[in-house]
């Protein structure tokens, strides 16, 4: 945690400072669109339970953690709750109604207001045509931070400063030279007031506690509140801190306060009388604050009532799936198939294995291993291949590439930058502008696929990887195999396996990344499965691999393969695949194709395979398509336990599915390297689709059709100003009609034996939270009849536990 400095010994300005840090380390990353992962908006509050963050974080910021009353009762009468659900979570949070009565108490109305920081208290002072002092703010700070950011270096470099005073001082400096704040407010001594603000970040936090009476004991509340209200640049600046920690987001965070300060003073000077009695209101809210929070937990019991009868009525129903259902047959496999844990591979995975005996497929995280990051020759790119989580310890470049392809990528992306740019956007269009209605016509008429500049230069055969010393011996890649070998549990191979990574394909989406696979940074998994395939081909690897205990035969061939989540085609990177292997994946893709055409269209399953899949082609390549697919939307479960006790089992794409046999896990590592890597991860999806259908004005990016993408790919607007947007757009969520993702906390069912599982938890603290704490549910399934649930260090049969 980066902690203000302290220039002084007084405690109270101790506890000042602390809380200040506190409140800034409470904000989660929001990663950069080219980066883009989902990411777990109330990671840094997991330490408390969701029932009491969710309350507070309404109380001091208005932002819905859970799906309002209205909801829930539709979900109930569409039988997706039952009554037993309803009456099993009723006596688990104590309500002793019965449920009729229980149900007509659920009503929307029970939001009550956030904490109104002093920008709104004021803007009751501001006529009705005039712009509000709390839009000025956001309008003021977002146009700063975004001219600060999108650029490589800070616009005024400030030697001999820390972060946090040389974003601070930096937009004081812009602040009190700009006169077009005092017309734009209709105000007359704003400039002076700019002026008077402290030149440093310590002495703004002093001040503005001295003036506005703020005691520490309530600071950390009110500085989170202050530092939530421009939410969406904050998780940049959490972002930035998660690279390199630094104090950055205190100088935010004095920035915020420093407009409370100046709205302070302004109506001091100019409405003494009546600035006093709104400051000392203001003062009264802050200091019943505790009772605002405990009331809106009691407002919101129902709501987490209703949740947890959903929760427990979909659970209910997998679970009866996992232990009465009998697995499709298992011959010999001739063909393995590792595919990506992503949902969107479940449904593909059970064609495959439904549609031929002699096939296996498995699931492993999409990076497969590989801590790498992609250096494209002839370029100064590099672009991480791996889970946000970890840092990449490996490089990887084509062998042999030309540099023809790459500078002409170059060209595009300089033409592609200045066409984009605010002053090079108005000459292009004088010199170029009817070439663009050509084009524009050109891409509606004749839609055609286009990748990522970058992913077009990885479609290499051979590949040179290399660390801090050099070109990789043979020991460290023998090493590398292994390891991946061995986290996928898979000790004997097939005559052909797979290894199939997954992309997404569509067009002018800004949002692209957060279609392609997680697991490796926000980007194709192309990379990955082909220097995994080319090490496990390699002969000198193998032999080694081979006296190791792996049997792999001479006729074995590892074929790296991507998956395309938007139109389910599977190419394979290697011209010894099998006719028979070629053509199950094409009859495949048409059945994943017919399953999924529900979701898009009544008519569209019932179409001939040509026809649906040119409707699919045609998603992936159309300009104006705000659904090229629905992503990871209904992600609900992830089970982590061999395939043989899903094989054929139909998980309706809701399951992230991992290969895992406790049996030759003998000291439980992988295990431990599961339930503290992929199953945060798979949190994080769940958690910010959760979050984006709660609240998609505040959690959400809103309406995609109005994003304006910002330079180096920070992030977007709606429009062209407010507050920097995260999580999902609407259109990613919402089919017009209903959500297509029906929030629900994720349960994670673990084949192993529970003891193994409790001595995992019990050695991470985070395991602990996210389990006791309510953030996701942990099961035990190790016997294929029986099913527990851990919590709170003990273990129940199922649900049979109690609050």
């Known amino acids: 945690?980066?902690?203000?400095?302290?220039?002084?010994?007084?405690?109270?300005?101790?506890?000042?400072?602390?809380?200040?840090?506190?409140?800034?380390?409470?904000?989660?990353?929001?990663?950069?669109?080219?980066?883009?992962?989902?990411?777990?908006?109330?990671?840094?509050?997991?330490?408390?339970?969701?029932?009491?963050?969710?309350?507070?974080?309404?109380?001091?910021?208005?932002?819905?953690?859970?799906?309002?009353?209205?909801?829930?009762?539709?979900?109930?009468?569409?039988?997706?709750?039952?009554?037993?659900?309803?009456?099993?979570?009723?006596?688990?949070?104590?309500?002793?109604?019965?449920?009729?009565?229980?149900?007509?108490?659920?009503?929307?109305?029970?939001?009550?207001?956030?904490?109104?920081?002093?920008?709104?208290?004021?803007?009751?002072?501001?006529?009705?045509?005039?712009?509000?002092?709390?839009?000025?703010?956001?309008?003021?700070?977002?146009?700063?931070?975004?001219?600060?950011?999108?650029?490589?270096?800070?616009?005024?470099?400030?030697?001999?400063?820390?972060?946090?005073?040389?974003?601070?001082?930096?937009?004081?400096?812009?602040?009190?030279?700009?006169?077009?704040?005092?017309?734009?407010?209709?105000?007359?001594?704003?400039?002076?007031?700019?002026?008077?603000?402290?030149?440093?970040?310590?002495?703004?936090?002093?001040?503005?506690?001295?003036?506005?009476?703020?005691?520490?004991?309530?600071?950390?509340?009110?500085?989170?509140?202050?530092?939530?209200?421009?939410?969406?640049?904050?998780?940049?600046?959490?972002?930035?801190?998660?690279?390199?920690?630094?104090?950055?987001?205190?100088?935010?965070?004095?920035?915020?306060?420093?407009?409370?300060?100046?709205?302070?003073?302004?109506?001091?000077?100019?409405?003494?009388?009546?600035?006093?009695?709104?400051?000392?209101?203001?003062?009264?809210?802050?200091?019943?604050?505790?009772?605002?929070?405990?009331?809106?937990?009691?407002?919101?019991?129902?709501?987490?009532?209703?949740?947890?009868?959903?929760?427990?009525?979909?659970?209910?129903?997998?679970?009866?799936?996992?232990?009465?259902?009998?697995?499709?047959?298992?011959?010999?496999?001739?063909?393995?198939?590792?595919?990506?844990?992503?949902?969107?591979?479940?449904?593909?995975?059970?064609?495959?294995?439904?549609?031929?005996?002699?096939?296996?497929?498995?699931?492993?995280?999409?990076?497969?291993?590989?801590?790498?990051?992609?250096?494209?020759?002839?370029?100064?790119?590099?672009?991480?291949?791996?889970?946000?989580?970890?840092?990449?310890?490996?490089?990887?470049?084509?062998?042999?590439?030309?540099?023809h392809r790459a500078e002409f990528i170059q060209q595009r992306a300089t033409w592609h930058k200045w066409s984009k740019s605010p002053l090079g956007s108005f000459s292009m269009v004088e010199s170029a502008g009817w070439w663009y209605a050509f084009k524009l016509l050109k891409n509606t008429l004749m839609p055609s696929s286009k990748e990522n500049p970058i992913n077009t230069l990885s479609h290499h055969s051979e590949w040179e990887i290399s660390n801090e010393r050099g070109l990789l011996s043979l020991d460290d890649k023998v090493a590398l195999a292994a390891g991946a070998l061995k986290m996928m549990g898979m000790t004997k191979f097939s005559p052909t396996v797979l290894l199939v990574g997954h992309g997404s394909k569509s067009r002018n989406n800004l949002h692209a990344a957060g279609l392609d696979c997680g697991a490796c940074g926000g980007q194709s998994g192309e990379v990955n499965v082909r220097v995994l395939a080319q090490l496990l081909n390699e002969g000198e690897v193998r032999k080694k691999l081979i006296s190791m205990g792996y049997k792999i035969a001479g006729n074995t061939r590892f074929v790296p393969a991507l998956h395309n989540t938007t139109t389910d085609d599977i190419e394979c990177f290697d011209t010894q695949v099998p006719e028979k292997v070629k053509n199950l994946l094409v009859e495949a893709k048409h059945q994943a194709q017919k399953e999924r055409a529900k979701h898009y269209s009544k008519n569209l399953p019932f179409e001939s395979d040509k026809k649906r899949n040119q409707r699919f082609q045609h998603r992936a390549c159309d300009w104006s398509q705000v659904q090229p697919e629905w992503g990871l939307a209904g992600n609900a479960s992830f089970i982590i336990g061999p395939r043989i006790r899903t094989r054929g089992l139909d998980l309706e794409g809701k399951s992230f599915l991992h290969d895992y046999t406790w049996q030759i896990d003998e000291d439980s590592a992988v295990l431990e390297t599961l339930m503290t890597a992929p199953m945060i991860v798979t949190n994080w999806i769940n958690s910010q689709y959760n979050a984006s259908v709660a609240d998609n004005q505040k959690l959400g990016s809103g309406n995609k059709v109005l994003h304006n993408a910002l330079f180096n790919n920070i992030g977007v607007f709606e429009g062209n100003s407010g507050d920097l947007r995260i999580g999902l757009s609407k259109q990613s969520l919402h089919n017009g009609e209903r959500w297509v993702h029906q929030p629900q906390r994720l349960s994670v069912y673990i084949v192993a034996p529970s003891s193994k599982i409790l001595q995992i938890v019990q050695k991470h603290q985070m395991l602990q939270d996210l389990i006791n704490n309510d953030w996701l549910y942990v099961f035990s399934w190790e016997s294929p009849a029986v099913i527990e649930r851990l919590y709170k260090g003990k273990w129940y049969k199922s649900h049979g536990l109690s609050m």
């Open 1 to 403: 945690m980066a902690v203000l400095s302290l220039n002084t010994t007084n405690l109270d300005t101790k506890r000042l400072f602390r809380a200040a840090s506190e409140a800034c380390d409470s904000v989660a990353p929001n990663f950069p669109l080219d980066k883009m992962i989902a990411v777990n908006p109330f990671w840094k509050l997991i330490d408390a339970p969701f029932q009491d963050v969710s309350a507070r974080v309404h109380a001091l910021t208005g932002i819905n953690a859970i799906m309002p009353a209205s909801h829930w009762l539709d979900l109930y009468k569409e039988g997706a709750i039952s009554d037993d659900a309803v009456k099993h979570s009723m006596d688990l949070y104590g309500i002793n109604l019965n449920k009729e009565t229980f149900l007509s108490t659920l009503s929307d109305d029970t939001q009550s207001p956030p904490l109104p920081l002093l920008t709104k208290h004021f803007d009751a002072y501001r006529g009705a045509s005039e712009m509000t002092w709390e839009e000025e703010c956001t309008f003021q700070i977002s146009q700063f931070c975004a001219a600060y950011f999108q650029h490589e270096s800070p616009l005024v470099q400030i030697e001999g400063n820390s972060p946090a005073d040389t974003l601070y001082k930096s937009w004081l400096n812009g602040l009190k030279h700009d006169t077009g704040i005092s017309v734009l407010m209709s105000t007359k001594s704003l400039k002076g007031i700019f002026k008077s603000l402290p030149d440093t970040v310590d002495a703004l936090l002093r001040e503005s506690a001295d003036e506005l009476g703020l005691e520490p004991v309530r600071a950390k509340d009110y500085f989170y509140a202050l530092i939530m209200s421009i939410n969406g640049w904050a998780s940049y600046v959490a972002y930035r801190t998660w690279l390199k920690d630094s104090n950055e987001m205190q100088g935010l965070l004095a920035i915020r306060l420093a407009w409370e300060l100046i709205i302070h003073r302004y109506y001091q000077a100019h409405q003494q009388e009546r600035g006093q009695q709104v400051s000392i209101r203001w003062q009264y809210l802050l200091k019943q604050l505790p009772a605002r929070i405990a009331q809106h937990k009691d407002k919101e019991l129902a709501l987490w009532v209703m949740m947890y009868a959903y929760e427990y009525e979909q659970q209910q129903r997998l679970q009866s799936k996992l232990i009465t259902s009998s697995p499709a047959p298992q011959l010999t496999p001739d063909v393995q198939a590792i595919f990506c844990i992503d949902v969107r591979s479940e449904v593909i995975r059970r064609i495959l294995e439904l549609k031929s005996p002699t096939i296996k497929t498995m699931g492993f995280a999409g990076f497969f291993g590989m801590p790498i990051a992609y250096a494209p020759v002839n370029t100064d790119a590099t672009r991480p291949q791996l889970p946000g989580l970890l840092s990449p310890k490996l490089t990887v470049k084509e062998k042999d590439a030309t540099s």
